[in-house]
């Protein structure tokens, strides 16, 4: 039994897998050092977007940087893992033109269809928040609806009606917004 587990390590160890292991980890720490970087550089550009917000309240900056700074990030890092994901595994023997790519398709595609709906949300959110259309505490008017921003996510934004109902509307449907908050003065 033990000369067995022995001759599998030494079969193991002479093999070209401690080496292909090996390039696996530097591959891995070099998209690892791209996504810190890309990051950084998206904190970068985007971080002069939300300086404006110095004038807010603490809650709406959080918020608003949440949002602007996470989502973007996510996406990248996610993307970039998944391409290394792909590299790795292709670098280890594994055949993912085959079997991997097709059914790497299929999932996003039924993804897309599936939240379609969500996805438009998000990112009529993420530009809400990104163009600094209104936030906590404006008086907005969204068609025959009005009232005071309460909550607003990706996907939705809570408003308090003046009758003192809470209405909830899709990010998606927020296509036409009066801010009475942010009036700008008639130039003389």
Sequence with gaps: MLTAVADY???VWHSTLPTRLLHSFY???VFEALIVITKWRLRL??????????????????IRRRIVLGLPGAIVQYALMAVALLII???????IRSELIPAIGVVIVATLVIFRDVLVDAAAGYFILFDDLFSIGDAISVGETSGEVVDISLRTTRLLAPDGREVTLA??????????SRAVPPER
């Design 45 to 62: 550009w985007l971080g002069k977007r939300l300086a404006r917000d110095l004038h807010r309240d603490a809650q709406t900056r959080v």
């Design 171 to 180: 990010n998606r449907m927020l296509l036409r917004v009066t801010n009475h």
């Design 89 to 95: 595994l292709r670098y280890l023997g594994f055949d």
């Design 9 to 11: 390590i030494q079969n």
């Design 27 to 29: 591959i891995a720490a």
